[in-house]
């Protein structure tokens, strides 16, 4: 197995962490703005996004402690186009969420081969990743639309 380059490690795991405690705070947002009949399901499913991305984050948090390094008190970028439009708040969840999994292949990519462990950890967050911006796409479809929201435009 090669060497793992620790620092690197670190820098992409705080990104994530900054990218997961972002995640908190914006689903926590969107849950306050959202109004109508279809509000209770809608902002169950939003604070339960937050609260995966906290738990997101004290995973990260704690391989960066594993490793030594200290957690970042940053918190990354937050979208925010002040509208209540449950369609907009869905398309920047989605904007950020293809973020967070392109760092999730980040830390794979200086992972792989050197860190069994952080390795599958990588492997699986890019799974959930994935599997979450595929519902968000779902629920951006037109009922009965089959194509994908993020291939065509709107």
Do not use: C
């Not at 704690?62 to 439009?85: M, N, V």
């Not at 890019?126 to 519902?135: F, G, I, K, R």
């Amino acid at each position: 197995m090669e060497q793992l380059d620790q620092a690197k490690v670190v820098a992409v795991l705080n990104r994530i962490l900054e990218d997961e405690l972002a995640g908190v705070v914006r689903y926590t947002h969107y849950s306050f703005l959202v109004f109508g009949f279809g509000r209770i399901p809608i902002v169950s499913w939003l604070r339960s996004q937050a609260d995966e991305s906290l738990i997101h984050a004290q995973q990260v948090g704690e391989w960066i402690t594993t490793l030594g390094a200290y957690p970042s008190l940053a918190i990354g970028s937050l979208l925010d186009s002040h509208q209540t439009d449950i369609g907009a708040m869905l398309r920047e969840s989605l904007a950020a969420e293809s973020r967070t999994l392109q760092l999730y292949r980040d830390l794979l990519e200086v992972v792989e081969g050197r860190s069994v462990a952080l390795e599958e950890f990588a492997r699986q967050m890019v799974q959930v990743e994935e599997l979450h911006a595929a519902d968000v796409d779902k629920m951006l479809r037109k009922p009965g639309e089959l194509a994908s929201f993020s291939a065509g435009p709107r």
